[in-house]
Structure formats: C-alpha cells, structure tokens
T-cell receptor, first 117, second 115 residues
Framework: NAGVMQNPRHLVRRRGQEARLRCSPMKGHSHVYWYRQLPEEGLKFMVY????????ESGMPKERFSAEFPKEGPSILRIQQVVRGDSAAYFC???????????????FGPGTRLTVT | AQSVTQLGSHVSVSEGALVLLRCNYS??????LFWYVQYPNQGLQLLLK??????LVKGINGFEAEFKKSETSFHLTKPSAHMSDAAEYFCAVSDRATSYDKVIFGPGTSLSVIP
C-alpha cells in the first residue's frame, strides 16, 4: 500500500508566479490535511478537506491560497502570486474515515519544499 | 482551545544515555496525544499515541511516553539513545472539540546524539 504521495518534492517559483502542490492520499483515505512548516518552527494547520468538500480552512491565509480535493485525482494546494514569505515546506497528511471512540493517525507525505526567488 | 508546549527547542544527549523530551498541553477535554518524529527532508512519522486506557504508552524504536493528567504532561523517553534517534520530535494534541481529528502540533524539539 503506497504511502501519501506529494509532488513535486521541490518547487522553485519567482515572485508573482503560481505554485501548485499535489497530494495523493493513501488508498482508502478520504481525509486530507495540509500543513505549512517554516524553518525552526512546527507544523501549522492550513486546511482540512474531504472529497469535494472543504471542512476547515481556518489556517489558510484569506488571499492567494486555495485548496481542493476533487472526486477524482489528487488534492491540490494552490498559491497564487507567490511572495518570498511563502517559502516553506508544505506537508500533506491523510487519514481514514473517522472511527468512533478513537483518534485517527495522520499519515504524512514527504512534503514539497517551495522556494520563492 | 488546545495548545502544546515543548520545553527545549534543542536537546543533546550522549549515545547510550537517557532521552527525555518534554511536552505539556492544555485542553478543556480529555485529550488525545501524539508524538511524531521527523527525519531530515522527510515527512512526519507517528511514534506513539495516547487515547484512553493505560497511561504509559509504548511506541516504535524503543520510545515510550506517559500521560500524566495532574501535570498535563506527555513526556517522551527512551532508556538508551542511538545515533539514529537524531531527528526533530513533535508533540501534538487532537482537538476533540472539533468534529474531526484536528491536530495541534508543538514547536518541536531537535534531538542531537553525541557519539
């Protein structure tokens, strides 16, 4: 069973360009989470999605950032008009449908390291 | 709202020595607690988790953690450090006030193991 896949692993964009980050969850997982990790910092929650639905986007910047998880295909995190402050590692995690009485483990992908020049 | 603090952003131990990484949390409801490890240029991997039941939780690679409600702590320990344990360690709490498993991560502790 393949793990969470993210691509590209490294992405370089110039200021003002768009960045598209892709995440394919583990087979059977219907929940996807995106996190951002800045140097010397922990992971900051950005958004939680289920198939075709955004459940919680409270951690997403209001402008330039969007996320989707279509019925078919990977989840996409899109950053428009990137700025240098967007340079970070972006991690995707997935989990299976909620299990009553338990805490689902989140399985993390290897991350996409975005560099804005 | 839940939050997590990790005392010590950098910890160094000698190979073979005890590893102790500290984690304290705040939560208005009984929490679910996690420890994750991140090796360089990789994603996070679950070491162990506490949900209910036994307060001493054993994880992978010889790590364990004890949930102490009175101290709101979930410290991670390993009796004998190995060079391969050098990594970033994150404590996390699941926000059970939400309808899903929203996980709040601490800032992380970087563990160095000295030969």
């Amino acid at each position: 069973n393949a793990g969470v896949m993210q691509n590209p692993r490294h992405l370089v964009r110039r200021r003002g360009q768009e960045a598209r980050l892709r995440c394919s969850p583990m087979k059977g997982h219907s929940h996807v989470y995106w996190y951002r990790q800045l140097p010397e910092e922990g992971l900051k929650f950005m958004v939680y999605l289920q198939k075709e639905n955004i459940i919680d986007e409270s951690g997403m910047p209001k402008e330039r950032f969007s996320a989707e998880f279509p019925k078919e295909g990977p989840s996409i995190l899109r950053i428009q008009q990137v700025v240098r402050g967007d340079s970070a590692a972006y991690f995707c995690a997935s989990s299976p449908p909620n299990q009553a009485g338990g805490a689902n483990e989140q399985y993390f992908g290897p991350g996409t390291r975005l560099t804005v020049t | 709202a839940q939050s997590v603090t990790q005392l010590g952003s950098h910890v160094s131990v000698s190979e073979g020595a005890l590893v102790l990484l500290r984690c304290n949390y705040s939560s208005s409801v009984p929490p679910y607690l996690f420890w994750y490890v991140q090796y360089p240029n990789q994603g996070l991997q679950l070491l162990l988790k506490y949900t209910t039941g036994a307060t001493l939780v054993k994880g992978i690679n010889g790590f364990e953690a004890e949930f102490k409600k009175s101290e709101t702590s979930f410290h991670l320990t390993k009796p004998s450090a190995h060079m391969s344990d050098a990594a970033e360690y994150f404590c996390a709490v699941s926000d059970r006030a939400t309808s899903y498993d929203k996980v709040i991560f601490g800032p992380g502790t970087s563990l160095s193991v000295i030969p």
